[in-house]
């Protein structure tokens, strides 16, 4: 009978377990332990296709806690963010970063009533005119609150910006405090949080975003957020069918109750004129698809190309009176949305309410309010 006996450790020598310990303690005492927590997060989504194992909801939120309280470094940030994009974020990853969004960024609210918010690419629009600044006027002047947010030119696209369509419109939102924000909301129906004011600790991944050159979870991010908290109808733009699915069980997840995806122009939520615009209503779980046609409503009207902020305002001062090359366009969206948001039982009857409007210029009038 053969019998194996444990060695005990030499005079002074250090079992493996302790060694590790120790290892640790000094990795620890090196980095701090914020960016030694942030590194065993970053091993669990950057160690390769067979090992990688993911985040939980719960460690997803606390990855993206210590990027917003900069407590990574930004070789970790980098590193985190490009092999989130390679690996691509999980339906609950996406909601934990989503609550860890709304516990840090800004918040708006509008008490006994119920906006649309909508969540479009931070980096703008580069090949189409934007139309969202002006139907979110026109929605605003007939009663249905809206809900925006946006950033500076961001990577990898540096597109136009809301912030910059409504400048060029006369209206600024770059410099308000966000108290001036929410009394513009309560006061005209309208409201947009911009991250570098309202939103700095958001702001301070756009460095290494540029850096990266390419898109990181965090874009995916800013098309399920919003800062408005209470009862509204989300609306989040998407390019490719797997980003609209994920973008469902991440929000059901999260306890969003009412969103509807658009497949909009260069992933916005403009629907376009020369397709049928493809959508989806998402309510307590349920999905329904809505395919919408606009040659069925008498759109035919070519995509507006983007030329240049000066081009773009005078179009669109001149659609804000039903007239000019955005005309169609605004006509189709602004109804499509009034439908949307319950103001209208049927597609129909929404847009020649959507023309009625532009045709007394009260999204004019509405400008004038907000200047």
């Not at 939980?56 to 980098?78: I, K, N, T, V, Y």
């Not at 934007?130 to 500076?152: E, I, M």
């Not at 006369?170 to 410099?175: I, K």
């Not at 509204?232 to 490719?240: E, K, P, R």
Request: proline share 6%; hydrophobic share 40%; glycine share 8%.
């Amino acid at each position: 009978m053969s019998r194996t006996c444990a060695t005990a450790p030499a005079d002074g020598a250090v079992p493996a377990d302790g060694r590790q310990t120790a290892r640790k303690t000094l990795q620890e005492q090196a980095l701090g332990a914020e960016r030694a927590r942030f590194r065993q997060l970053l091993a669990q989504v950057g160690s390769g296709e067979h090992t990688s194992t993911g985040l939980s909801r719960e460690e997803a939120r606390e990855a993206m806690d210590l990027m917003l309280a900069h407590q990574a470094s930004d070789a970790q940030l980098g590193a985190f963010l490009i092999a989130h994009r390679i690996r691509r974020p999980a339906p609950l990853e996406l909601t934990g970063m989503l609550d860890s969004y709304r516990n840090t960024g800004p918040v708006l609210r509008t008490p006994g009533r119920r906006p649309l918010c909508f969540g479009v690419p931070y980096d703008g629009r580069s090949r189409t005119a934007p139309l969202l600044p002006l139907v979110a006027l026109l929605l605003a002047a007939a009663g249905v609150p809206v809900v925006l947010h946006g950033g500076d030119p961001m990577p990898v696209k540096y597109g136009v910006t809301l912030a910059e369509l409504f400048a060029a419109l006369g209206l600024e939102w770059r410099q308000l405090e966000l108290e001036a924000v929410q009394e513009r909301l309560d006061l005209h129906g309208l409201a947009l949080t911009h991250q570098p004011r309202h939103f700095p600790a958001a702001n301070h991944l756009v460095r290494v975003r540029e850096e990266i050159g390419k898109r990181p979870p965090v874009a995916s991010l800013e098309l399920l957020w919003t800062p408005h908290q209470g009862d509204h109808l989300l609306v989040s733009g998407f390019v490719h069918p797997p980003t609209e699915t994920r973008a469902w069980e991440a929000l059901a997840a999260a306890g969003e109750t009412d969103l509807l995806t658009v497949k909009g122009l260069e992933g916005s939520t403009d629907l376009p004129t020369t397709r049928a615009g493809i959508t989806a209503r998402v309510r307590h779980g349920s999905v329904e698809r809505l395919i919408l046609h606009p040659r069925d409503h008498g759109i035919e009207t070519e995509e507006v190309a983007w030329h240049s902020l000066d081009h773009w305002r005078s179009a669109a001062l001149q659609a804000l009176q039903g007239e000019g090359e955005l005309a169609p366009a605004l006509r189709w969206n602004l109804g499509a949305y009034l439908w949307f948001a319950g103001q209208i039982s049927d597609l129909p009857t929404a847009l020649a309410q959507a023309e009625a409007l532009m045709a007394t210029r009260v999204g004019l009038a509405q400008l004038e309010r907000l200047q």
